[in-house]
């Protein structure tokens, strides 16, 4: 072979090779990488809802029925509960007689924690302002067994709170509200109170109603304070809810006769027009 064409076939072989060498190696396809995140996504979904799982199978129960029932929950006796809130402080008083079932339920959420942290969502002036959503969903989820009705005692007056519900029988769970007016329409739909204020009430007025009833109880339920905080930025929060006077240790009993201290009624309150009752969150 000529030395002039082999030179020349060896000088194009070489650029051929490094022209190679230096091209970048295709892009993945936008649909593989798309899928790549979906499945990432879904693995942490999976992850998050195992774990809520888990935390709901430790759940308490209440005695040997999950729901209770008024054989196996205290039937008298009265206990104090201190909120520690982001605007002050409130007192209330649970007479176990009024509703034995729902205060039993009370008691029990208050001991565990479980309003620690949790946000005011909803707040519907001269009405009433409502809570029970964990901040942490795994505390949601772990508490997440209804139980079953009371029958309505006392009215839903000023001042008085109740377990939230939905239009279902036996659907209270761990949500609850404070009527800020006199609200004795909510009796007949078996809402059902079993304690009252009897400090702070003016605290209480005070929760701020910036957001009214925008927060999705869903998402709340979903995602705790990562999606109020993140999205209500104006919204109060529990810092603790701890029982004071408890009827259930050695501390003394309030003397027989009395009752929780009366809170004053609102000036010029009407009772709001169409308004939504205080239903507890999608199930």
Not at 49 to 65: E, H, I, Q, S, V
Not at 79 to 97: H, K
Not at 100 to 110: E, N, Q, S, T
Request: with cysteine; proline share 7%.
């Amino acid at each position: 072979m000529n030395r002039r064409v082999f030179l020349g076939l060896t000088v194009m072989c070489a650029a051929v090779w490094v022209a190679g060498c230096s091209e970048e190696p295709p892009a993945p396809p936008v649909m593989d990488v798309m899928n790549d995140m979906q499945a990432l996504q879904e693995a942490a979904e999976a992850e998050a809802l195992a774990k809520a799982r888990a935390a709901a199978a430790n759940a308490p129960a209440a005695g040997d029925d999950p729901m209770g029932s008024s054989g196996d929950v205290p039937q008298e006796g009265r206990f104090v509960v201190e909120f520690d809130t982001t605007v002050g402080s409130f007192t209330v008083e649970v007479d176990r007689s009024w509703a034995p079932i729902g205060a039993d339920r009370f008691y029990k959420l208050v001991k565990d924690g479980y309003y620690d942290d949790a946000g005011f969502f909803r707040v519907v002036p001269n009405f009433m302002v409502q809570w029970g959503l964990a901040a942490d969903p795994a505390d949601t989820a772990k508490w997440d067994q209804s139980i079953m009705d009371d029958p309505v005692k006392q009215s839903n007056k000023r001042g008085y709170m109740t377990f939230a519900k939905t239009g279902a029988p036996n659907s209270r769970s761990t949500q609850v509200f404070v009527n800020y007016a006199d609200n004795s329409f909510l009796d007949d739909q078996g809402f059902a109170p079993f304690g009252q204020v009897t400090k702070g009430m003016d605290v209480v007025s005070k929760i701020s109603s910036a957001h009214g009833e925008e927060p999705d109880q869903g998402a709340a339920t979903a995602e705790g304070n990562a999606y109020l905080k993140s999205t209500f930025p104006k919204l109060d929060y529990i810092k603790t809810a701890r029982v004071i006077k408890d009827d259930q240790s050695n501390q003394p009993d309030a003397a027989d006769g009395d009752t929780p201290e009366a809170t004053a009624e609102p000036e010029a309150t009407t009772e709001p027009e169409a308004t939504p009752s205080p239903e507890a969150g999608v199930e």
